[in-house]
């Protein structure tokens, strides 16, 4: 044990958001779940990448989930920043139906990225989530509502939007067992008044557990901005691998 454990230290890491969906009653009361990384390389390489996340949660078991997701990534390579962004986000479920499978949920994010030329992007939104346990075969989920978002951008070049988006979302997860897990989520979010301006996202997650409450978490994320700043790609793909620590 001691052994596997160094060698899945030695591998870069960086925080993620979790990508697993949230079931109403699955773990009561107060859990939570820290993500965090630090790697620092010197010699050929002079590279630090710093990384925390946490994400929290509580259950009433009957009725409604609130959870909060937090996320930071910052990263240096020969002596330039690569990497500078925040993440947080904060959602309320509630049940509609006595069976628990259709909920209406609000949500509101805040975020930077500095590589993607967003100072900040601010949004607020809500709607209606389809829950179907297909037990052995996981659960299922699909989402529709919409949500206001706020972008200002770093650079003057590009004027500030205040937009209204169609939030329509698929995920699913599915537990091999009580410890791991994969999970997948997709997004696509247009204007209202412009279908062909849309973001649409992607993300597949495989988290195994490593020792008690320790887990390694395999995610790839693929994301598409039709009408990103100027200058910044439409698409993005990143491979992260992290520890995280349940409670």
């Given at each position: 044990m001691k052994?596997l454990?160094?060698?899945?230290l030695?591998?870069n890491?960086?925080?993620?958001?979790?990508?697993?969906p949230t079931?109403?009653?699955k773990?009561v009361?107060?859990?939570?779940?820290?993500?965090?990384?630090?790697?620092?390389?010197?010699?050929n390489?002079?590279?630090?990448?710093?990384?925390?996340?946490l994400r929290?949660?509580?259950?009433?078991n009957?009725s409604?989930?609130?959870?909060?997701?937090?996320?930071f990534?910052?990263?240096?390579a020969?002596?330039?920043?690569?990497?500078?962004?925040t993440?947080m986000?904060?959602?309320?479920?509630?049940?509609?139906?006595?069976n628990?499978s259709?909920n209406?949920?609000f949500?509101?994010q805040s975020?930077t990225?500095?590589f993607?030329?967003i100072?900040?992007?601010f949004?607020?939104?809500?709607?209606?989530?389809?829950?179907?346990?297909?037990?052995k075969y996981?659960?299922?989920f699909?989402?529709f509502?919409?949500?206001?978002?706020?972008?200002?951008?770093i650079s003057?070049?590009?004027?500030?939007?205040?937009?209204?988006?169609v939030?329509?979302?698929?995920?699913y997860t599915?537990a091999f067992?009580?410890?791991n897990?994969l999970?997948?989520?997709?997004y696509?979010?247009?204007?209202?008044?412009?279908?062909?301006?849309?973001?649409?996202s992607n993300?597949?997650e495989?988290?195994?557990?490593?020792?008690e409450k320790l887990?390694?978490?395999?995610v790839?994320?693929?994301?598409v901005d039709?009408?990103p700043?100027?200058?910044?790609?439409?698409?993005?793909?990143t491979?992260?691998?992290s520890?995280?620590y349940?409670?």
């Amino acid at each position: 044990m001691k052994s596997l454990l160094l060698l899945l230290l030695s591998l870069n890491l960086f925080a993620i958001v979790t990508i697993t969906p949230t079931v109403i009653g699955k773990k009561v009361g107060f859990s939570g779940v820290f993500k965090g990384s630090l790697e620092t390389k010197r010699g050929n390489s002079n590279v630090d990448n710093y990384s925390a996340g946490l994400r929290a949660q509580y259950d009433n078991n009957d009725s409604y989930v609130i959870w909060s997701d937090f996320v930071f990534d910052y990263g240096k390579a020969l002596g330039k920043i690569n990497t500078n962004k925040t993440f947080m986000h904060l959602r309320f479920i509630h049940t509609l139906t006595e069976n628990k499978s259709i909920n209406y949920e609000f949500f509101g994010q805040s975020q930077t990225n500095k590589f993607t030329n967003i100072a900040h992007r601010f949004l607020l939104g809500g709607g209606l989530r389809y829950h179907n346990n297909m037990q052995k075969y996981g659960n299922l989920f699909f989402g529709f509502g919409s949500f206001v978002e706020d972008i200002e951008y770093i650079s003057p070049i590009n004027p500030r939007e205040r937009n209204l988006r169609v939030n329509s979302y698929i995920s699913y997860t599915k537990a091999f067992d009580k410890k791991n897990k994969l999970s997948y989520a997709m997004y696509y979010q247009p204007k209202v008044d412009n279908f062909g301006d849309y973001i649409f996202s992607n993300g597949l997650e495989m988290t195994i557990l490593v020792y008690e409450k320790l887990y390694l978490s395999f995610v790839l994320y693929y994301d598409v901005d039709s009408a990103p700043a100027i200058g910044i790609d439409k698409e993005d793909f990143t491979q992260k691998t992290s520890f995280l620590y349940k409670f």
